[in-house]
């Protein structure tokens, strides 16, 4: 703790954005990292707590009030490498994550929390302009060989942990870039890709082998003009195959009108735009141009949809929720240290949005074939005395229409793709994800393993990073009969 004071002395201090008006007419990141001083500054404020319950709240279980205790002393090039210990991507995390930690932080208790989110975007930025993010090549090579299926952050952590291991690792991917979500779900206002582009030369100079367009399973399951790698070929060539191929099957909408023309899956509109942010020809892409968008769906991927909406020109956007309005504050003596339910309001929704709550969609209308309104009932939320569960009804009388040009469906993801899980002959639990638990990650498909959303169902970028890492020490375990990756 470098400075004992400085949790009295200093305010949180957040990073600032360039002003809506201004970032809505690109597509690049806006936010400004804190100064060398401000960090400084927000480093000072933490306590070193004798049980840091942020290393806890964390799912990678960063050494946070370490690197924060470096940062205050500005020996930036020490909190790199504490950093890198827990985290093989901090310029992803310190972008997007969430930050669980700051709610678990002890001064969140009756102070703001500690900015430590903020803290990790200023280091590793700095480590990547100083060049001091360099590849880090095993000292020898095992012989041993390693498919990952998937190029998310588990995909990429397990790939680089176990690169660095010294075994010879082939991430495969059916997409045309590697990156999984990062690259085709997150828009670049919120992670540019160049971030993605600058860890893949590092794991290439480390030895791992890239293999886009390829898909993994049967061949009749591949989107025309794919290379196609069948469950057999992978087990015969490989010593341990990982299936980290996220949870890509979206939540559908199947009311009166969903056939309709322009209505959407939120992916399908989130990775078009990627694509042409990334210089793909996109034909016939789905823009929300001058059009009355409605979002359906109030999380991350729903607020995505109106940034993207709003950057291509949209005349309005809605963006609906079936839950009930959330408290702006949460009740910290109750919720801490855990993530608390409370209202969240993204950079998007600051960007020009409507939000409404409690809101079904019961039917669409159109003429011609496409959607032209929305039909849509409050609901009351209530606890079913019986069993204990919250349950939903309509409010009598309250259907209301909007009109709709274009509709994005953006309720979250039910569980991974079945076919390539039942391609491989591995199991799946009650929801649907491949079933593996979390001390060996190893499925019932003999040296298959599986990690990130594909086993834990759609969750973050962070727990998937912590997947794949343990994911590596158990793969690692199981071809060496030894290990020494972190778990
Ligand atoms: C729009 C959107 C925004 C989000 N925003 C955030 C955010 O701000 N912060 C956050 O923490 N989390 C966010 N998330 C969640 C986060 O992106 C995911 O939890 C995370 O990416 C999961 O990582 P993963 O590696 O398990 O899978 P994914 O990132 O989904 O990667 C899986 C990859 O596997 C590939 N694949 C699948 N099947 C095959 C096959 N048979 N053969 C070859 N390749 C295959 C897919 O093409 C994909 O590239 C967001 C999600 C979405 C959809
Ligand atoms: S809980 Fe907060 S104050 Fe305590 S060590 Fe962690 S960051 Fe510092």
Redesign the pocket.
């Known amino acids: 703790m470098g400075k004992i004071t400085g949790f009295l002395e200093f305010q949180r201090v957040k990073e600032t954005y360039e002003a809506p008006l201004k970032r809505l007419k690109h597509w690049n990141e806006f936010v400004h990292t804190l100064s060398d001083d401000e960090a400084r500054q927000q480093g000072a404020r933490c306590m070193d707590c004798g049980i840091p319950f942020c290393s806890s709240g964390c799912p990678v279980n960063n050494i946070i009030p370490d690197w924060n205790d470096l940062v205050y002393r500005q020996d930036w090039r020490s909190a790199l490498d504490v950093l890198h210990s827990t985290n093989n991507f901090p310029e992803f995390t310190g972008r997007?994550?969430?930050a669980p930690c700051e709610a678990a932080c002890t001064l969140n208790i009756n102070n703001d929390a500690v900015g430590i989110k903020s803290i990790e975007h200023a280091i590793i930025d700095k480590g990547w302009q100083q060049g001091w993010v360099l590849p880090q090549p095993p000292a020898r090579k095992t012989g041993r060989k390693v498919a990952v299926?998937?190029?998310?952050?588990?995909?990429l952590a397990c790939a680089q942990q176990l690169g660095r291991a010294g075994h010879s690792v082939t991430v495969?991917?059916?997409?045309n870039r590697i990156g999984?979500?990062?690259r085709y779900?997150?828009p670049d206002f919120?992670l540019e890709k160049s971030h993605i582009d600058r860890r893949l030369a590092q794991m290439e100079a480390e030895g791992v082998e890239f293999c886009p367009s390829?898909?993994?399973?049967a061949a009749e399951h591949a989107e025309e003009g794919l290379n196609t790698r069948t469950p057999e070929s992978l087990q015969e060539e490989f010593d341990a195959v990982v299936l980290?191929?996220?949870?890509?099957n979206p939540r559908d909408l199947p009311v009166p009108g969903r056939e309709l023309r322009g209505i959407h899956y939120?992916?399908d509109f989130?990775r078009q735009q990627n694509k042409a942010n990334n210089g793909d020809r996109v034909s016939k892409q789905i823009s929300a141009k001058d059009k009355h968008v409605i979002v359906i769906g109030g999380g991350?991927?729903g607020s995505?949809c109106v940034g993207t909406s709003n950057r291509q020109g949209a005349a309005s956007v809605m963006q609906f929720e079936l839950m009930s309005k959330l408290p702006e504050t949460e009740d910290k003596a109750l919720t801490w240290p855990y993530w608390p339910a409370k209202l969240r309001s993204s950079s998007s929704h600051a960007e020009g949005c409507e939000r409404d709550w409690a809101v079904a969609t019961k039917s669409f209308e159109g003429k011609n074939g496409k959607v032209e309104k929305l039909i849509a009932v409050r609901v009351e939320w209530f606890k079913d005395k019986a069993t204990g569960q919250m349950k939903m009804r309509e409010v009598e009388g309250s259907q209301f229409e909007l009109p709709a040009d274009l509709v994005l469906l953006a309720m979250g993801f039910v569980s991974p793709?079945k076919n390539?899980l039942d391609a491989f002959g591995v199991d799946l639990d009650a929801r649907g994800n491949a079933r593996a638990n979390t001390d060996d990650y190893i499925t019932s498909a003999g040296k298959v393993f599986a990690a990130?959303?594909?086993r834990r169902g759609?969750?973050?970028?962070?727990?998937?990073i912590r997947e794949g890492r343990q994911c590596a020490r158990s793969v690692d375990e199981f071809l060496m009969g030894t290990t020494t990756l972190p778990r």
Do not use: N, R
């Open positions: 997007i994550c969430p299926v998937g190029s998310g952050p588990a995909g495969f991917e059916k997409s999984g979500l990062l779900g997150i919120k390829t898909y993994v399973g980290t191929g996220g949870a890509e939120a992916m989130l991350d991927t995505d793709v390539v990130g959303d594909m759609q969750s973050l970028v962070v727990w998937a």
